[in-house]
């Protein structure tokens, strides 16, 4: 299935795959698999950007779907359909 992933505020991932946003020809059927196939595809540098030091998402990272659907760490196993958009990005605040 085609899915969309869009990286925002990840300057150095953008880099490294090339492009804000690229769909790839997923295999895998949830959100983490997505991830992971994104982590292979793209060699250790991303991996070491997106994952943390147990191969679960870097918890300064978040995770939205569709444009609407926030992904919490708990709902990993969400499963994907053909055409789904997932937007990784880092959210960052300052004051």
């Known amino acids: 299935m085609a899915i969309t992933v869009e990286f925002l505020s ?3 991932i953008v880099k ?3 492009s804000k946003t ?6 895998g059927q949830t959100v983490e698999e997505l991830i992971l196939q994104v ?3 793209y060699g250790s540098k991303v991996r070491q950007f997106l994952l943390d030091e147990n191969g679960r998402l870097d918890m ?3 995770v939205l ?3 609407e659907e926030w992904i919490k760490p708990d709902r990993m ?3 994907l359909e053909d055409g789904d958009h997932v937007t990784i990005m880092l959210l960052a ?3």
């Open 10 to 12: 990840l300057p150095n």
């Open 16 to 18: 490294m795959v090339g």
């Open 22 to 27: 690229i769909t790839m020809d997923f295999t």
């Open 39 to 41: 982590t292979e595809k």
């Open 60 to 62: 300064i990272l978040k």
């Open 65 to 67: 779907l569709n444009k």
């Open 77 to 79: 196993q969400r499963p």
């Open 93 to 95: 605040a300052g004051g």
